[in-house]
C-alpha cells in the first residue's frame, strides 16, 4: 500500500486519486502557462520605460550670448534634440516631455504662474524634434518673467506631469537646464 494517496501503480502517485502514474507530471505544462509567460514579458517590456522631462529656466539670463555666440537656452533645446534623436532610435517607448519656467505665458494643468508645458510626456517622434528646432530658429514667444519665480511650482508641475502619464515607468527623471544658482530669482 502506498503512503502517497490512492493512487495505483509503483507507489509514486500524485495523491491526486487519478490512477495514474504520471499524476505529478500530468499538468507541468499547461496552455495558460504560455498565455501567462506572454503576458509577463509584454508587462516587463513596457515597465522598463524611462521618463525624462526637461526642466528649462527661461528667465533672461538664459538667452544673454556666451564667448562663443551661443545662448544657455539654444544649448538645453540641443540638448533635448539630441536625446529625442537618441531614443527614437535606440528606445522609442520612452517618454520625453518639456517644461519651461520663468515665463510670462503659463500651460500646465495646476495654472500655475510662469510655468508652460511646451511638450506634455509622450513617445518621442520626428515632429518633436521638428517643433525644437523651430524654436531655436525664432524669437521665444512665451516671455521672461523678471520678478522671483517659486521654483516648488515647477517641480510641482514635473511631479504632475509624472502622475498624469498611464504607463508604468521604470525611472522618472527630470533633468534641470538652468545658469543660475538660485532658481528661484528672476
Known amino acids: 500500500m502506498s503512503t502517497y494517496g490512492s493512487g495505483t501503480g509503483s507507489g509514486t502517485g500524485s495523491g491526486t486519486g487519478t490512477g495514474s502514474s504520471y499524476g505529478i507530471w500530468e499538468n507541468l505544462y499547461d496552455e495558460n502557462d504560455e498565455e501567462r509567460e506572454e503576458q509577463e514579458e509584454r508587462e516587463a517590456f513596457t515597465a522598463n520605460r524611462d521618463c525624462v522631462i526637461f526642466l528649462i529656466d ?16 539654444h544649448n538645453a533645446i540641443k540638448c533635448a534634440i539630441l536625446t529625442l534623436t537618441d531614443k527614437i532610435i ?9 517644461c519651461f519656467y520663468g515665463t510670462e505665458s503659463k500651460r500646465n494643468s495646476n495654472e500655475f504662474e510662469n510655468v508652460y508645458v511646451f511638450m506634455d510626456l509622450d513617445v518621442p517622434d520626428a515632429q518633436k524634434i521638428l517643433d525644437l528646432e523651430a524654436l531655436q530658429k525664432s524669437d521665444f514667444k512665451f516671455g521672461h518673467t523678471a520678478r522671483d519665480f517659486p521654483f516648488p511650482d515647477a517641480l510641482w508641475t514635473c511631479s504632475t506631469m509624472f502622475a498624469n502619464c498611464t504607463a508604468k515607468l521604470r525611472h522618472k527623471r527630470i533633468f534641470l537646464f538652468t ?3 538660485n532658481p528661484n530669482t528672476g
Request: glycine residues 8%; hydrophobic residues 20%; contains cysteine.
Open 58 to 73: 527661461c528667465h533672461q539670463p538664459m538667452f544673454e550670448r556666451n564667448e562663443e555666440g551661443t545662448t544657455p537656452f
Open 90 to 98: 535606440s528606445s522609442e517607448n520612452d517618454f520625453l516631455g518639456m
Open 179 to 181: 545658469n543660475e544658482d
